[in-house]
């Protein structure tokens, strides 16, 4: 399959420099000497996109020669982060391009940070699933990513009074370099109505769905490079247009809003993202944006991916839709209209083939985060993928009378359709019926999953519930984000390692040479220097060189336990204002925060307040200045995760054990040679198994201890009345120290941890004290915490996002 027609411009200083000159003139329509950073930022994507074309072309042509089976990755979110480093990494050109910027007297450093990174997703699952495309690609196995492609991300975070405040994210604002538009590819997607039910000719009663109204689903591609592998996979996003963008006679009638009424309406529905990442706030909008995506994305495989004369009983030979938690679940319902209302297939036939097609990965265990939609609303909205869920459900509800004979009790449990508090459609049970196989995203979440979540599920269908634990991306979140370990690690052990991260062992011995943990110290050091850099220029943060960079990232959220991290900072803080601790005793530390709020999380907003109002009064405290310091840069994304994560010495997983369901930040920091402090929850555990329990800092109730104290009644006001050092740090909060002396505005937070703390903050408070102490005496000697971080490095290849595919394709892929 040479790659004909396509003639990539030459990998050279010169081949390139002709290239981005090309595309400044005759794309950008402007001179070298006029263009400005925009100017020469699209220029330059454009010229890189030129050394990937190719192999996309080339990759499309011998997917559809090759007729193999495809993994259609079902995300609402894709938490993408910058394009050009990342392409530039996998063609090998970072260099080349480098000298070819240098050479046209540009800086290249100034046109990565022209680039707005594409917002769109809110957390851990968004990027997540652009980690899981970048290994599928990486690992040429045949994937498409089918999402939305939201005009506004997630929003921007800025802090006004040490108060967030959101704005919103028009990423698309200076034009988005790294998208094709497909307008041949559009989808016509059809909402409300009714349905009729007819007989066929056959006797055969069918039902019609005679909808309301339709939306146009136009695709933007986005390449997916391989890393260096020539496969370019492809992400298809889809943007919602009205059929009839005009309506003329509304407007010759002089209704000029109403006659472009259905254009905006329409637009809506990929307008932004839902900026929640565990409360579901139920709204229709949501629901039309999951409708959308999902119906674009299986007409788009069936209709115009499938060789046309396909049968679609052997369907799942062709397709594997991995749904990337419940968002996407009214796929199942949406399979089943195609192949019965649409295919003519008898409901058998169809259900038959929709089971062998779909695979569920749930990503929380919050109860609040699992979807349910109303009937009332999806009755409304898709009157007929209701009908099918009735159906399904009676079906199933068969199938679990016939297991358990006479238990009316389980049968209700487990009804797809739940009573209370209103007739409502449960995604996650739905998803659980249909799914071939169900999967957690570490062990013990699995674990919890069979026994908390879904136990009568895993009861009745053992074999279908599986473990994929999570992993991450080496290319993106050590050789982009972390040059100066990488340069280290291929001198060490060589290259191979980017794309066979488990090879990261050998660095073990290495871990006994003191000039290697000298060097190991450099990297961090200069990677440190180039984070304080960052944060004046980009926070105005001014950050004390010779502290430990303890630091906490991920989305604000009460299960994660924020405020134990504020508890720790006032307590220390406490120990010196109150005399009882000498500042020289202290272990120099910085703090750094990073986390958006959902904007309706009013708690996680006042928790991000009084983070602020804290940092103010440390930071201008010069009792202990050098010693205690907190930063909250505002913000926090991909983008500055890269730059994060690499300076880190310190890395906080404190969520109370049982709640988080993973964790991937944990992975990043342990592959960037950072120590853990946390507890026995989520992927921590598999962290702690790997890197050993000396390179681990434990504390803090198990997921059983935790059960256990929830059972005997939990009263965090006892643990303030008991513990002194507790009382100490809560009446200082407490007191207004930090907020001018106001005691009512910080009295949210601190009366919600003295008399609910559902996360048991307090419980584990004194456990995560003991626990920062032997993290101050270990940091003490640098080179056994230098040692103990390289070990973290060698012992955590298994966190890579490839062996995540792996086992997606022998557990669940191709077990069927
Ligand atoms: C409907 C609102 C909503 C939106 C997003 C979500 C996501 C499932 C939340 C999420 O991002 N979960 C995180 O997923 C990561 C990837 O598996 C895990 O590592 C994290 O532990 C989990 O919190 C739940 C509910």
């Not at 007929?384 to 049968?411: K, S």
């Not at 074999?463 to 050590?478: I, Q």
């Not at 120290?737 to 307090?762: S, Y």
């Amino acid at each position: 399959l040479a790659s004909g027609p396509v003639v990539q411009p030459a990998p050279t200083v010169d081949g390139f420099v002709e290239a981005f000159l090309a595309e400044l003139n005759y794309g950008q329509g402007v001179l070298l000497s006029q263009s400005t950073v925009n100017d020469q930022y699209l220029a330059l994507a454009r010229t890189v996109r030129r050394y990937l074309m190719a192999d996309w072309l080339e990759t499309g042509a011998r997917r559809r020669q090759a007729q193999q089976k495809t993994v259609a990755y079902l995300s609402a979110e894709y938490l993408l982060g910058r394009q050009l480093g990342n392409n530039l990494l996998a063609t090998n050109l970072q260099d080349v391009a480098e000298e070819a910027m240098r050479r046209s007297g540009i800086d290249i450093a100034a046109l990565r940070s022209q680039e707005v990174e594409p917002g769109l997703g809110n957390g851990g699952l968004g990027r997540l699933a652009a980690c899981f495309v970048d290994s599928l690609a990486t690992m040429d196995v045949p994937c498409i990513g089918y999402g939305i492609r939201y005009e506004y991300g997630i929003f921007r975070q800025t802090f006004v009074e040490d108060r967030q405040v959101e704005l919103p994210d028009s990423w698309l604002s200076l034009g988005s370099p790294w998208e094709f538009p497909h307008p041949e590819r559009q989808v016509i997607v059809s909402f409300g109505g009714h349905t009729e039910t007819t007989t066929d000719d056959a006797g055969v009663e069918r039902s019609r769905w005679i909808p309301d109204w339709n939306v146009l689903g136009m695709p933007y591609h986005y390449m997916v490079p391989g890393f260096r592998n020539g496969v370019v996979n492809t992400l298809r996003l889809w943007s919602a247009r009205a059929t009839h963008a005009f309506d003329l006679q509304i407007f010759n009638s002089g209704d000029y809003a109403q006659a472009v009424r259905s254009q905006t309406f329409a637009e809506n529905i990929s307008k932004v993202l839902y900026p929640e990442d565990s409360t579901p706030q139920g709204k229709e909008l949501r629901l039309q944006q999951q409708y959308f995506f999902v119906a674009c994305s299986l007409h788009d495989f069936i209709d115009n991916t499938l060789p046309a004369d396909y049968d679609l009983r052997r369907l799942p030979e062709r397709l594997v839709v991995q749904l990337n938690d419940t968002h996407p679940v009214i796929a199942i319902p949406e399979l089943m209209r195609i192949l019965v209302d649409r295919k003519g297939f008898d409901w058998d036939e169809a259900w038959d083939i929709t089971k062998r097609c779909f695979a569920y990965t749930c990503h929380t265990l919050l109860p609040e985060a699992l979807e349910v939609w109303s009937v009332d609303l999806l009755g409304r909205l898709l009157p007929r993928h209701l009908e099918i869920i009735y159906r399904i459900n009676e079906e199933f509800l068969d199938e679990v009378r016939e297991a358990f004979p006479g238990d009316e009790m389980r049968v209700r449990r487990m009804s797809v359709i739940a009573e209370h508090p209103e007739r409502s459609v449960r995604m996650a049970y739905l998803a659980t019926v249909a799914g071939a196989k169900v999967n957690g995203v570490a062990e013990l979440h699995s674990q919890l999953l069979r026994d908390k979540v879904l136990p009568d599920f895993s009861q009745l269908w053992p074999e279908k519930f599986t473990n994929v634990t999570n992993g991450v991306t080496p290319r993106r979140f050590v050789l982009l984000a972390n040059r100066r370990l990488s340069d280290l690690v291929t001198d060490t052990i060589g290259e191979g390692w980017v794309t066979d991260l488990d090879r990261l062992r050998e660095l073990e011995p290495h871990a006994e040479d003191p000039e290697f943990r000298a060097a190991f110290r450099q990297v961090k050091a200069d990677n440190k220097e180039r984070l304080y850099k960052l944060l004046r220029v980009r926070d105005g943060l001014d950050l004390p060189r010779e502290a430990m960079l303890d630091v906490m990232v991920k989305r604000l959220h009460e299960y994660k336990r924020q405020t134990l991290k504020l508890l720790h900072i006032v307590s220390l803080y406490e120990g010196v204002v109150s005399g009882r601790v000498a500042p020289e005793d202290l272990t120099p530390r910085t703090v750094v925060f990073g986390a958006k709020a959902a904007p309706g999380y009013h708690m996680a907003k006042e928790i991000i307040f009084l983070i602020n109002a804290v940092a103010d009064t440390v930071n201008a405290d010069p009792r202990v200045a050098g010693r205690l310091s907190v930063a909250f840069p505002a913000n926090y994304n991909v983008t500055l995760a890269e730059k994060l994560i690499p300076a880190a010495d310190l890395s906080e997983q404190i969520s109370l054990a049982g709640k988080e369901a993973s964790g991937t930040g944990n992975m990043k920091f342990a592959l960037n040679g950072a120590l853990t402090i946390g507890t026995d929850d989520g992927a921590n555990v598999e962290i702690r198994r790997l890197v050993g329990d000396d390179n681990f800092f434990l504390f803090g109730m198990t997921e059983p201890e935790v059960e256990t104290l929830r059972g005997e009644g939990y009263v965090p006001a006892d643990l303030y009345e008991q513990d002194p050092v507790l009382r100490a740090t809560i009446d200082l909060l407490a007191s207004g120290h930090f907020t001018g002396g106001d005691r009512q505005v910080v009295a949210p937070v601190v009366d919600n941890l003295l008399h609910q703390d559902a996360f048991m903050a307090l419980a584990d408070f004194p456990a995560y004290l003991e626990a920062q102490a032997r993290v101050d005496a270990a940091y003490a000697d640098p080179d056994t915490w230098s040692r103990m971080a390289i070990l973290n490095v060698a012992r955590s290849g298994f966190f890579s996002s490839d062996r995540s595919m792996r086992d997606y394709l022998e557990r669940i892929w191709t077990a069927r």
